[in-house]
């Protein structure tokens, strides 16, 4: 995994000792309201997804980079290039920040980040989100960087009892701006 850093973060691999930061992240109704799957309940989860998220990145079959402020360790957040299929030149990608730092830009960096590890060294020629339409804030983000909104899926997740839609977004290499 290749380090990446931006004005304010560092964007490293992620390592056994973040296994901590991945289950408060991921066990925070808040962080994961919007999510496709709810919020864990279980650090056994944390562990699994570690394993998990390294086999992928050993297949290059994904690129998660834990994200930690420019001066310090303590993983915040995570910003994944996954499904990439390199004979399409296509991957989706995914990012989640403990809401202790939202609102700070921190998001847009690392996703721009992300996109352009994507788009220059993997040499992607698209990349695709998929958002809860209602998390206003993540569709705003993705529209920031470029990404346009090309379809909607009624009805597609079942999570906590609530049944979401989904609103996709595209980026072409040729539309993204450094």
């Given at each position: 995994?290749?380090?990446?850093q ?14 901590d ?9 808040r ?6 799957f ?15 998220s ?9 690129w998660?980079?834990?994200l ?12 994944t290039?996954?499904?990439?299929n390199r ?8 990012y989640?920040l ?5 609102g ?8 721009r980040?992300a996109?352009?590890y ?7 020629h ?13 569709c ?6 470029g990404?346009?909104r ?8 079942h ?6 839609d ?13």
């Amino acid at each position: 995994m290749p380090l990446l850093q931006t004005p304010r973060l560092r964007m490293r691999t992620i390592v056994r000792s973040d296994i901590d930061a991945i289950y408060r992240l991921h066990s925070d109704p808040r962080a994961m309201r919007y999510w496709s799957f709810s919020a864990w309940t279980d650090p056994q989860q944390a562990q699994d997804w570690f394993e998990q998220s390294r086999h992928f990145a050993e297949r290059e079959e994904s690129w998660p980079w834990g994200l930690t402020l420019i001066d310090a360790d303590e993983l915040i957040g995570i910003v994944t290039l996954f499904a990439v299929n390199r004979a399409q030149r296509r991957a989706e990608v995914g990012y989640q920040l403990h809401p202790t730092y939202w609102g700070r830009g921190y998001a847009q960096e690392a996703l721009r980040a992300a996109l352009t590890y994507g788009f220059d060294a993997l040499e992607l020629h698209r990349v695709e989100a998929d958002i809860d339409p209602r998390n206003q804030a993540s569709c705003r983000l993705v529209e920031r960087v470029g990404f346009r909104r090309e379809g909607y899926l009624r009805e597609r997740w079942h999570v906590n009892g609530e049944i979401a839609d989904t609103a996709l977004y595209g980026l072409l290499a040729r539309e993204f701006v450094r």
